[in-house]
């Protein structure tokens, strides 16, 4: 059993910062993969970031330059620190942990940015 817990969404402006927080908890196992990933209001659940155990990330082109993916091992978290921010990156965003053959969500946490 695993559970994810993410922190540190919010209400931002245009141009603000955020980090969220993922911390899991529960059979981890040492090769795997953490990432976030984000759904708009009518869209679907896209890929922001994903981070593998060795530390290879992978980036959503919408993203890439502003947001930096990272993970304390010893701590069984990741994050995702989010920098000029923009409207359009409003939405629920989802930590993830996958590890063949499981595959866990997080709750979600709402990151809304104003214009």
């Given at each position: 059993q695993m559970q994810l817990v993410e922190s540190g969404g919010g209400l931002v402006q245009v141009g603000g910062s955020l980090r969220l927080s993922c911390a899991a908890s529960g059979s981890i196992f040492r090769i795997n993969v953490m990432g976030w990933y984000r759904q708009a209001p009518g869209k679907q659940r896209e890929l922001v970031a994903k981070i593998?155990?060795?530390?290879?990330?992978?980036?959503?082109?919408s993203?890439?330059?502003?947001?930096?993916?990272?993970?304390?091992?010893?701590k069984n978290t990741v994050y995702l620190q989010m920098n000029s921010l923009k409207p359009e990156d409003t939405a629920v965003y989802y930590c993830n942990y996958y590890s063949v053959p499981y595959n866990y969500w997080g709750q979600g946490t709402q990151v809304t940015v104003s214009s």
């Open positions: 593998t155990s060795g530390g290879s990330t992978n980036y959503a082109d993203v890439k330059g502003r947001f930096t993916i990272s993970r304390d091992n010893a």
